[in-house]
Every structure is written in structure tokens, then in C-alpha cells.
């Protein structure tokens, strides 16, 4: 029985054989399988001989973009006061000049055209007891920030029409000011009072053509130069105007009738007391004299001290009888 089983066994092989068809069979079939399937194909294949590396990737070129050329507005200059007290703001084609007098020290402000835009004064001993004709108000105010008046008002710049006896002599009046002030325009200053002194900054400018007695019709023009971009240029550089309070020189000082200048020997509370001893207890001695036991003031005749200009004599000069050196002068306020 078993050598017929054999020998079909062996006529079943050598039939498949003969069919062409390899029997599989354990793991040699398992390897067999794997090389010849498509991805260990790929895996192992080598690259072909020549082949190009494969491409890099590239970032396309910025397109290119034209720009423009922005010219920055010219910056203002700052004009400083010599001993930093006081400073404002002016264009870079301006310029600011100087002078000194017995009126004080002036700074004019003069554009590119060399006409003058405003005049600042500082540390002005006293305001003209002068009689100035007031203006016509146009309504114009401008703040100015950076200085105060002497029980801390508020400072504006004020434009007015002046009027004139003659055609042609009508001008627009600009100043700075207090609200509470009395002053005429053409007069108006502020008063520094730990400094002992004035200060103003305004100017003018004729006004067209216009007959004497023309009240509307200088209204008309004056509000028509203070809207101008004429006068806004001008009003800010005098409304940038600032004081600054720790620097301020002491020249003088306040009391309730007098500013009081050059003190010597004595402080400005005793200058103080000492005219008021004065002019409460003193004897006349003389013309335009009064004395004490130890002073003697001399006051200026009342037309002169009327019509004196801010930088002319003193209403009153005091001095010690047995040292002249110690001594004082003193203007109305």
C-alpha cells in the first residue's frame, strides 16, 4: 500500500513539472516573494547612472516697488532769554536780535523778509504813566500757557484797531495781557513780581487806507489782519511765550503804590517802610522834598513824572541823610 501511495506522490510532481509551475513551499517562497514584489523593487533599485539631482526649490525675486521722498516740515528754533528766565519758539528763517536800555532789554523777532513781527521786552522798570488812546476791540484772544500774571491770571494775546487823527495812521495793536487789566494795549504788560518787574510782547502793523473817524470801517480791518495767515504765524510764536518761574533775576521789587529799583544797603521790605514813614510822618523841605530825621525822598514834578517815559527819572528817589549810598528809587505802578 505505501509504494502506491509513493509512486502517485512522485507522478503528481513530475505532472506539475511538466505544467511549468514551481511548487512554493516553506521559507524560501516568503524570500522569493519579497524580491519580486513591486516595492522591494523600487527600494532597491539603484539610481540610474546620469540622472539629474533633483530640483531645489526657489523663492521668486520681490517685485520691486517705487517710494517717495517725504521733505519733514521745518522744525522751529527756541530763543532763550540770557539768563533762561524766559524762552519762545520761532521758523527757522526768522532771526532774533538784541538790544538793551534803560527800558529794559528788547529782543526783536524779524521774519525772512527782515520786517519786524513782534518785540519782546524784559525785566521793563516801570509802565509809562502816558496817556494811550484805547482801541477797538476785535474779539481776538489767544492763550498764552506758559505765563501767568501776579496772583496767577491768565495771560491772552489781544488784537485791536487803533484809530489815527490822519488818513493812513490807523494800525492793528497787538499785545500780550491780563483780563483784569486797565492798561491801553499800546501800554500793556504783565507784571513779573518776584522779579521786580515788567515784561510786554506785542507789536503793530498800518492798516490799509481808511478815513480818520472810520470806526466800522477799522473793525472791519483790524479783525481781517488778525484772521490773516499773516498774523497766525505771528501769534504763535508770541503765544509760545514762556517764563520760567526758578530763573527769574530779582531787579527790584512790589509794593502796594511803588515798584522800587535800585536798592542799596537796605532790603525791599525796609525800602518799602521807609517811603511809607515818609510820606505818612515826613516834612516838606523844599520843592518837591519830604524828609524824616534820617531820609530825605525827592519827587519828581508831577507833569514830568506824567508825560516819563518807562526808562526816564524816577517818581521818587530816596537816600539816608548820613549815608548817601543807602538808598532806593521808587516808580508808581
Not at 521722498?69 to 527756541?78: E, F, G, K, R, Y
Request: hydrophobic residues 30%; aromatic residues 6%; glycine residues 10%.
Amino acid at each position: 500500500m505505501r509504494s502506491i501511495v509513493a509512486a502517485a506522490g512522485t507522478a503528481l510532481i513530475l505532472l506539475l513539472t511538466a505544467c511549468g509551475n514551481t511548487p512554493i513551499s516553506g521559507p524560501a517562497s516568503l524570500e522569493t516573494a519579497a524580491e519580486n514584489s513591486p516595492s522591494a523593487s523600487i527600494s532597491s533599485s539603484p539610481e540610474p547612472s546620469g540622472s539629474s539631482p533633483p530640483a531645489t526649490p526657489t523663492t521668486p525675486a520681490p517685485t520691486a516697488t517705487s517710494t517717495s521722498t517725504v521733505t519733514p516740515a521745518p522744525v522751529d528754533l527756541v530763543y532763550a532769554t540770557p539768563d533762561g528766565s524766559l524762552s519762545f519758539s520761532y521758523p527757522p528763517n526768522w532771526r532774533v536780535t538784541t538790544k538793551s536800555s534803560g527800558d529794559g532789554d528788547d529782543y526783536v523777532i524779524q521774519d525772512e523778509s527782515g520786517a519786524t513781527r513782534a518785540t519782546l521786552k524784559d525785566k521793563v522798570p516801570g509802565v509809562a504813566d502816558r496817556t494811550v488812546s484805547g482801541g477797538i476791540d476785535t474779539g481776538f484772544r489767544a492763550s498764552v500757557p506758559g505765563v501767568k500774571g501776579p496772583d496767577g491770571e491768565n495771560v491772552e494775546l489781544v488784537v485791536q484797531g487803533s484809530s489815527g487823527q490822519e488818513s493812513g495812521a490807523q494800525t492793528a495793536l497787538y499785545a500780550i495781557t491780563t483780563p483784569s487789566s486797565s492798561q491801553p494795549l499800546g501800554n500793556a504788560s504783565v507784571e513779573v513780581r518776584h522779579g521786580g518787574y515788567y515784561l510786554q510782547f506785542g507789536g503793530s502793523v498800518p492798516l490799509k487806507q481808511l478815513r480818520p473817524g472810520d470806526q466800522q470801517g477799522l473793525l472791519k480791518a483790524a479783525k481781517e489782519f488778525s484772521a490773516s495767515p499773516e498774523f497766525q504765524q505771528t501769534a504763535k510764536v508770541i503765544t509760545s511765550l514762556k517764563l520760567t518761574a526758578d530763573k527769574v533775576v530779582q531787579v527790584g521789587c512790589f509794593g502796594f503804590r511803588y515798584r522800587y529799583e535800585k536798592i542799596s544797603g537796605l532790603s525791599c521790605s525796609e525800602a518799602i517802610l521807609i517811603l511809607d514813614r515818609v510820606e505818612k510822618t515826613g516834612t516838606a523841605n523844599g520843592a518837591g522834598n519830604r524828609e524824616t530825621l534820617d531820609y530825605l525822598c525827592s519827587y519828581a514834578a508831577a507833569t514830568a513824572a506824567a508825560t516819563a517815559k518807562q526808562d526816564g527819572p524816577p517818581d521818587v528817589s530816596c537816600h539816608k541823610k548820613s549815608n548817601k549810598t543807602v538808598g532806593f528809587d521808587a516808580r508808581k505802578k
